[in-house]
T-cell receptor
C-alpha cells in the first residue's frame, strides 16, 4: 500500500530564505506526483505536477524534483515571502485511474 | 479559465440527516474524484468516476453513494450523518491519459459540512 511522508511537519523561516520541503513515497510505481498549496480552511491549489518520466518542473520561484527510483521528491522555494505561508501537500498518483494519495503536509510560516 | 465548481460551499446538518453535495467538473474533463479532509488531516480519496462509470473506490462509507450524470456533473449523497462526517469535501476533475495516468487534478473550493 502506497504511503506518502512529508518532512518536516512544520517549518518557520525568516523572509528571503531559500527552503526545501521533502516528500517520500514507498512504492516507486507512480504515474506522477503533484505539489499543492492549501491555505487554512481553503481549497487545494496545484503548484507543480511532475510526470514519472520527468526529473523536475519549475514555476516561478518554485522548483520540484522527482527521483522515482528512491521514492523522493523535493519542493524548493526560492526567496521566500510571507505570502508563501501555507500548508504544502505532496500527492502521488499511483494508479491508471488517477486517485491521489496525499502526505500529511508541511506547514510553512515565513516571518517578515 | 473555467474551474471546478462545488455547491453548496457550506452545509450544516444534524445527526441522522442526509446531505447531497454537487460537483461540476472543468468542461471536457472525463474524470471526477471525491476526497474527504477531516480537521487537521490530509485529504482521503473516496470515489471516482470515469465517463460516468464508477472507476475506483477508496475509503467511502456504505452510508455514502455517488454518481456522475450525463452532463458529467457528480453528486455525493450522504445518509445517516454522523458527527465524524464533519469535514471538507473536495471534488477534483482531470483528463485521463493512457500514457500518463490521471494527469493534473484540478480541485474545487470544497464543501464544508458540519454535522451537529
Amino acid at each position: 500500500k502506497q504511503e506518502v511522508t512529508q518532512i518536516p511537519a512544520a517549518l518557520s523561516v525568516p523572509e528571503g530564505e531559500n527552503l526545501v520541503l521533502n516528500c517520500s513515497f514507498t512504492d516507486s510505481a507512480i504515474y506522477n506526483l503533484q505539489w499543492f498549496r492549501q491555505d487554512p480552511g481553503k481549497g487545494l491549489t496545484s503548484l507543480l505536477l511532475i510526470q514519472s518520466s520527468q526529473r523536475e518542473q519549475t514555476s516561478g520561484r518554485l522548483n520540484a524534483s522527482l527521483d522515482k527510483s528512491s521514492g523522493r521528491s523535493t519542493l524548493y522555494i526560492a526567496a521566500s515571502q510571507p505570502g508563501d505561508s501555507a500548508t504544502y501537500l505532496c500527492a502521488v498518483d499511483g494508479g491508471s485511474q488517477g486517485n491521489l494519495i496525499f502526505g500529511k503536509g508541511t506547514k510553512l510560516s515565513v516571518k517578515p | 479559465a473555467a474551474g471546478v465548481i462545488q455547491s453548496p460551499r457550506h452545509l450544516i446538518k444534524e445527526k441522522r440527516e442526509t446531505a447531497t453535495l454537487k460537483c461540476y467538473p472543468i468542461p471536457r474533463h472525463d474524470t471526477v474524484y471525491w476526497y474527504q479532509q477531516g480537521p487537521g488531516q490530509d485529504p482521503q480519496f473516496l470515489i471516482s468516476f470515469y465517463e460516468k462509470m464508477q472507476s475506483d473506490k477508496g475509503s467511502i462509507p456504505d452510508r455514502f453513494s455517488a454518481q456522475q450524470f450525463s452532463d458529467y456533473h457528480s453528486e455525493l449523497n450522504m445518509s445517516s450523518l454522523e458527527l465524524g462526517d464533519s469535514a471538507l469535501y473536495f471534488c477534483a476533475s482531470s483528463l485521463i491519459s493512457e500514457w500518463t495516468g490521471g494527469g493534473r487534478q484540478y480541485f474545487g473550493p470544497g464543501t464544508r459540512l458540519t454535522v451537529t
